[in-house]
Each structure stands twice: as structure tokens, then as C-alpha cells.
């Protein structure tokens, strides 16, 4: 009987030992991507048309047929949505416009800051 409790005393212990060595800074040990997320030197150029092209334009090129007429391979294109705000809203995913890109998942926050930051920019053809 006496084995028998220590065995449990000290499975106990250990377990409280492990526990005890829990590391809860999990922001320090798995940094955020949104601090190496640069916004600053966002341009339609060099930041929104590859995005949309790599994103968006395979539905959303051309004639655009099978996007519903709405066609994102322009900056004309892609202002006159993005001034809306169904170019924002589809790709945050948030119920105000049609999820995108459809049938795929959320575009990585980086590149949804990218096109946030572009928009409160003004949307230059940069």
C-alpha cells in the first residue's frame, strides 16, 4: 500500500513538474507575420496588379465571363471596385460582398493589409 502511494505522489509530482514548466508566450516564441507585413511602400504596380493577377484575374480577367462581368485585370477595374468597397469586403469575408477568392481559402492578412493600405492611400495608378 505504501508503494502504491508513493508511485502516485510521484506521478503526481511530475506532472506538476511538466506543468509547471509551461511556456504561455506563445507571441514571443511564434511571432506574428504581420510585423514583417510591409504597407508603407504599397503601390497598384508592384503590389495590387500582381496580387490580382495571382489572386483574382483567372475569374476576374479579360472578359470576365466566368466572374460575373466584374473584370480585375485593370486599375480602372479594380479602383471602380475597390472605391465601392466590394473589392475590400469580398476579401475580408465578412458578409458585406461575396467571399473571395470563391471556392479557395482567405487571402493571407498580409496581402488583405496590403490592399486595405492601397485604399486608404487613395488607389493611385502607381
Do not use: E, F
Not at 508566450?25 to 506574428?32: C, E, I, Q, R
Not at 471602380?80 to 458578409?95: E, F, R, V
Not at 473571395?100 to 493611385?124: E, H, Q, T, Y
Amino acid at each position: 500500500m505504501k508503494k502504491q502511494i508513493l508511485s502516485i505522489s510521484t506521478l503526481v509530482l511530475c506532472i506538476l513538474l511538466i506543468q509547471g514548466c509551461y511556456y504561455d508566450k506563445a507571441d514571443l516564441v511564434y511571432p506574428s507575420s504581420a510585423a514583417a507585413c510591409d504597407t508603407t511602400t504599397v503601390t497598384y504596380s508592384a503590389t495590387i496588379a500582381p496580387l490580382m493577377n495571382a489572386s483574382c484575374n483567372s475569374c476576374h480577367g479579360g472578359t470576365a465571363a466566368a466572374g460575373a462581368g466584374i473584370v480585375l485585370d485593370t486599375y480602372a477595374g479594380v479602383k471602380t471596385y475597390a472605391a465601392n468597397g466590394k473589392l475590400l469586403n469580398s476579401i475580408i469575408q465578412n458578409g458585406a460582398a461575396s467571399a473571395m477568392p470563391k471556392g479557395s481559402g482567405k487571402l493571407p492578412d498580409c496581402s488583405i493589409n496590403k490592399v486595405r493600405a492601397w485604399i486608404n492611400k487613395g488607389m493611385l495608378n502607381n
